[in-house]
């Protein structure tokens, strides 16, 4: 290979448009002048999603992502705007795109790439329907579980100078907010509230989690896109990613293990006040994988990488880890730890203690002692608390029971394991908030006694905490949420999902202007946070502020990722009056039709009320009342 090209695996797009000799052969100067328009809005939403232009031929485009989940969310958005573009466009001015993704292994030329990679998603291309989307078997695998989109198998199909035929699937492809069939039915303001008690326990439960993707929105005075969440973590502070460890054990179901251990020393990190710590969910992408640190580093914006890997075998376990400098590619620290099982909590703490070191991280003695405490003496509760985790990721009914037992078998172990204790009260939580249980009051009442009682055994569990103010903002109590949440930020600065929840809280308490920073706080920290209504939140402040094309821009994003029912309807309500504010009459009217088939029995008055500010509640009311709502 020649010097200067090496190889790396990337999600390439390829895009041209259907018919464009055609087009040109009728209008030269009228078909440029379309092409650069619609230009306009995709090389923005390339540079949003992650990805970066590599060519602009003619009427084509060739781009690559870290991610194949943000290169077809890109391609979604891409075909959607496009469409609402060529709505205001002559028919015969009107101009359509085909586009394909790979996921495949390239070989990169300084900022050119080339292989059988980029050659797929060429054919891919080809095989889409103008305005389409067509997209490999390798991506479909990445993608399917992530996007609430339409797949269609087009099976194998024979690709031109490809040796082995490639599996494709076609996406359906329409505008953010689908057009529903007209209808006559109309809702009263009476007839929104007539649920109104069982949404309204649901709807301040739906509140409380926050969704999962890096938001990228315009400045407010301008139509240039700006990647909003990318700038450096934190000026002054080292950026750190955690790469899951690799389980070397022989065995798939000790992974549970070694990503314990990965989520432990993720958790120990993040509460040193001099480092950044990237979240769990930004770097879980990266299991089983072996990207490059500088593909990492540009993807998730970090300084440095720490990879390692654990083998156990009965009582034994061996732990290998290594501190990588992004940029340059040098290894500044790595070791080996061999020991028992027993031993684990003080490899975690070495590994811990060496990384600051190697970073020059100045600590002070309390910050040293709150981030390496010793969890637990039983090695039996530890095992049950990692084997509850994996269950309680999983978000189903039965796994979230089979977690409880689990957490509840480590604390009958060990009674005064706070960690235990503050995942048993998230058990409940996530009972409540997923609408499992009848008894609302009863289960709350045991979340927020888990939680304390993790709190009296450790003041610095910031899981507990966290769990607190979420109960605390389902109380309505936000100056006291606002508290909880503010102690655990500042036992555990790099803890995203606490940055979310009070981005949240702030929203909801009129505070939205703080919100907003909340929220981009914890999307820089985790670009891939998981957790849902995120999006919601961070839209919803966005109209609170009367940064109207800011909240459409952000809630039409959450529209591609978010699954639950009410926060979707959150979504199509804050959508709806911000498209009214900004004069946008059809598309909020589509935007209440599909409010009203969700959630035919909508509590507005319910949503409107867990709005403080009386200033907040009369702006949303305002909204509502030009989409046509009431």
Not at 546 to 573: K, M, T
Request: charged residues 25%; glycine residues 8%; proline residues 4%.
């Amino acid at each position: 290979m020649e010097h200067g090209t090496k190889r790396r695996l990337a999600a390439i797009l390829s895009a041209d448009v259907a018919g464009f000799s055609r087009l040109m052969g009728r209008d030269e100067v009228g078909t440029h002048d379309t092409l650069t328009a619609h230009r306009r809005v995709t090389d923005p939403l390339i540079v949003e999603h992650y990805g970066r232009v590599v060519s602009t031929a003619g009427d084509s485009i060739l781009a690559e992502f870290p991610s194949a989940v943000e290169a077809v969310s890109c391609a979604v958005e891409i075909q959607g705007r496009l469409a609402q573009e060529n709505v205001d466009l002559p028919p015969d001015r009107q101009m359509r795109f085909r586009i394909g993704i790979n996921l495949g292994d390239v070989i990169v030329d300084g900022a050119d790439i080339f292989g059988d990679g980029v050659n797929v998603a060429a054919r891919l291309q080809a095989m889409a329907e103008p305005g389409g989307i067509c997209i490999a078997g390798s991506v479909h695998e990445q993608v399917r579980n992530k996007l609430d989109l339409s797949y269609r198998s087009l099976g194998h199909q024979k690709a031109k100078n490809i040796a082995e035929r490639v599996q494709a699937f076609s996406i359906a492809t329409s505008p953010s907010i689908r057009p529903l069939a007209p209808t006559r039915k109309t809702l009263s303001r009476a007839a929104l509230g007539a649920a109104a008690l069982s949404v309204a326990v649901l709807g301040v439960v739906a509140l409380m989690r926050w969704d999962n993707r890096p938001i990228a929105v315009p400045t407010p005075d301008s139509r240039r896109v700006e990647v909003a969440l990318r700038p450096p973590l934190t000026l002054g502070k080292p950026a750190v990613a955690v790469l899951p460890f690799a389980n070397l054990s022989g065995d798939p179901g000790q992974g549970y293990f070694s990503d314990g251990l990965t989520e432990d020393l993720i958790d120990a990190l993040g509460r040193f006040s001099g480092l950044s710590v990237i979240a769990r969910t930004a770097v879980a992408q990266y299991k089983g994988g072996m990207p490059s640190p500088e593909e990492v580093g540009r993807a998730l914006n970090v300084a440095y990488l720490v990879e390692g890997s654990v083998r156990k075998a009965g009582d034994s376990v061996r732990v290998t880890a290594q501190l990588t400098d992004v940029m340059s590619g040098v290894h500044l620290w790595s070791d080996r730890f061999n020991g028992e099982i027993k031993d684990v909590f003080a490899m975690q703490d070495a590994i811990a203690s060496r990384i600051a070191s190697a970073l020059a991280i100045r600590v002070s003695q309390s910050e040293q002692e709150r981030a390496l405490a010793k969890p637990t003496e039983n090695l039996a509760a530890y095992d049950l608390l990692l084997h509850g985790r994996e269950s309680f990721a999983q978000g189903s009914r039965t796994a979230n029971r089979e977690a409880r037992n689990l957490f509840a078998r480590a604390i009958a172990l060990d009674p005064r394991y706070a960690s235990a204790h503050a995942a048993l009260g998230w058990t409940y939580y996530e009972e409540v908030k997923s609408g499992w249980t009848e008894f609302l009051e009863d289960v709350l009442t045991k979340a927020q006694s888990a939680a304390q009682r993790a709190l009296e055994l450790d003041a610095s569990a910031a899981n507990a905490r966290r769990l607190l103010g979420m109960l605390y903002l389902l109380r309505g109590r936000y100056e006291l949420a606002i508290a909880e949440l503010d102690r655990a930020i500042e036992i555990n600065p790099s803890d995203a999902e606490s940055h979310a929840g009070r981005g949240g809280v702030l929203m909801w308490a009129g505070r939205s202007d703080e919100a907003i920073g909340a929220l981009q706080t914890a999307y820089r920290l985790d670009p891939n946070l998981v957790t849902p209504g995120a999006s919601m939140n961070f839209g919803l402040a966005y109209y609170l502020q009367a940064r109207f094309e800011d909240a459409v821009r952000v809630l039409e994003r959450g529209l591609l990722r978010e699954h639950n029912p009410l926060y979707r309807g959150y979504i199509y309500a804050g959508l709806a009056a911000a498209y009214a504010q900004l004069g946008r009459a059809e598309e909020a009217a589509r935007a209440l039709e599909a409010l009203r088939t969700l959630q035919p029995f909508f509590g507005m008055d319910s949503f409107l009320n867990q709005l403080k500010a009386t200033a907040d509640r009369t702006l949303f009311d305002d909204g509502l009342r030009k989409a046509g709502l009431y």
